[in-house]
Structure formats: structure tokens, C-alpha cells
Nanobody, 124 residues
Framework: QVQLVESGGGLVQAGGSLRLSCAAS????????MGWFRQAPGKEREFVSA????????VYKNSVKGRFTISRDNAKNTLYLQMNSLKPEDTAVYYC?????????????????WGQGTQVTVSS
């Protein structure tokens, strides 16, 4: 069992930046693949980015490539999402998720554990 707590969301103007953090409990964080998903009002939850457990391979949703960077600090049991050049369409609740398999997945059924989410609002 792992517990995930996101932080770092907020209100920012278009073109601005935010860094989301996801603090994980437990000793097995380094063995989990981790992902970020988001859900805008009235829309389904969608994949944003993921990072593998050991090789630190990464994958991104096309619309955030070049603007968002996912990273992890296994010593701190923390996952990050650096978001630059934010756009109003990035407005959503952002969730981090953990996959015990250690393999990257871009679908939410690939993840067993989820945080409570953090709100990101980008004004135009």
C-alpha cells in the first residue's frame, strides 16, 4: 500500500509556470512507475506524463511535450511535474498515480494507487 499526496497547484496566468509535487509513503517508491493525469470540468480524466521505476524513461501527452517535465527523487519519495508555458487548456485537477508493476502506462487502469488531486487553474 502506498499513499500519495499532491501539492503545488494554484492559479497562474497563461505563460506562467508551476511545479507539482507528489509525496509518496512507503519504502517501495523507487520500484513503482509513476504517472500524472488530469481531469478538467466535464471531461474524462486524461494521461499527462509518466516515468518508469528504474530506467527513468518518460512519456508525455503530445500537447504538453516541450512544456512539461516529469522527474522523480527516489531518495525523497517524491514525484514532480514542472509545467512551463501554461495555457488555459491546462486547467484541471492533476492527480499522481503509482504502478507497482514498474512499467510506464498511459492508461489509468495501469495504476493501482492515486492521490487526491491538486487544482491547477490557468487564466487567460
Amino acid at each position: 500500500q502506498v499513499q500519495l499526496v499532491e501539492s503545488g497547484g494554484g492559479l497562474v496566468q497563461a505563460g506562467g509556470s508551476l511545479r507539482l509535487s507528489c509525496a509518496a509513503s512507503g519504502r517501495t517508491f523507487s520500484t513503482y512507475a509513476m504517472g500524472w493525469f488530469r481531469q478538467a470540468p466535464g471531461k474524462e480524466r486524461e494521461f499527462v506524463s509518466a516515468i518508469s521505476a528504474l530506467t527513468t524513461n518518460t512519456v508525455y501527452k503530445n500537447s504538453v511535450k516541450g512544456r512539461f517535465t516529469i522527474s522523480r527523487d527516489n531518495a525523497k519519495n517524491t514525484l514532480y511535474l514542472q509545467m512551463n508555458s501554461l495555457k488555459p487548456e491546462d486547467t484541471a485537477v492533476y492527480y499522481c498515480a503509482a504502478s507497482p508493476s514498474g512499467a510506464i502506462s498511459s492508461v489509468d487502469r495501469g495504476y493501482a494507487y492515486w492521490g487526491q488531486g491538486t487544482q491547477v487553474t490557468v487564466s487567460s
